[in-house]
């Protein structure tokens, strides 16, 4: 069905077609983070309130689209700490793929991989982008760890950048900031704000650039 069609519909027909929307939306999106944090068919199943087949054709087609978080998570560097007989802790790097059991691993390649990340002291991720050591609790999560970390490490380059030549900042919430600005002074401020993302990008030089987005108002209903 087309946009055309759907604004052509009688309006029941439309709140129809919305709310089934919204309910396909709302299993897509339990699907994505149960599934990026090792969910399996039965767990999305009950956590979507749907059927265990359709768990599972949910987990399928999710891994057949997003194939290369898996490939990306064994790519990344881990440092693993254990102890040594004598009670001294070390370290070894591996290497993402050496500690997430991979679709083709035999039974005896997956419970291996499981037993040596459960023996680690603590796992630590390397932020190809931050230069970074970040916690990671399992092997699991190296995807979103990397994610939000990257994330967060670009937003807050960001505010340093744009802090630096006007140090002002009156709110500052997940991915959005709130700025206080003199009427008149929209353009001068949007344009700081433009030309700092634009450092950001130029120093990092990540395969994509970033971009933002400038609302003004008077009350934080009218810029959110």
């Known amino acids: 069905m087309t946009l ?18 919204n309910q396909e939306r709302q299993k897509g999106k339990i699907c ?6 090792g969910a399996g068919g039965a767990k999305i199943g009950e956590a ?3 059927s265990t087949e359709e768990g599972f054709d949910l ?19 881990i440092k693993y700490f254990y102890k040594l007989p004598n009670g001294d ?4 790097i591996y290497k993402g793929s050496d500690l997430i059991p991979g679709d083709t691993d035999s039974k005896k390649e997956r419970r291996a991989k499981y037993n040596l990340a459960n023996k680690a002291e603590s796992l630590w991720l ?3 982008v931050s230069k970074l050591w970040y916690s990671l609790r399992y092997p699991k999560d190296i995807f979103s760890t990397l994610n939000q970390g990257t994330g967060v490490y670009c937003f807050d380059l960001w505010i340093k950048k744009f802090t630096e030549k006007r140090p002002q900042l009156t709110g500052q919430m997940h991915d959005e900031v709130i700025l206080t600005v003199k009427k008149g002074y929209r353009e001068q401020c949007e344009k700081l704000l433009r030309e700092s993302i634009a450092e950001v990008n130029e120093e990092l030089n990540l395969n994509r650039e970033l971009d933002i987005d400038c609302q003004f108002g008077n009350s934080y209903s009218e810029i959110h």
Do not use: C
Request: glycine share 4%; hydrophobic share 35%; no cysteine.
């Open 126 to 128: 390397l932020n190809p």
């Open 59 to 77: 987990h399928k087609a999710y891994w057949d689209v997003n194939w290369s978080v898996k490939e990306l998570s064994g790519d990344q560097t």
């Open 4 to 21: 055309e069609e759907m604004v052509d519909l009688p309006p029941d027909k439309q709140k129809s077609l919305f709310e089934r929307i």
């Open 89 to 92: 802790t070390t370290f070894k």
């Open 48 to 50: 979507a309130g749907i």
């Open 32 to 37: 994505n983070y149960a599934s990026v944090y």
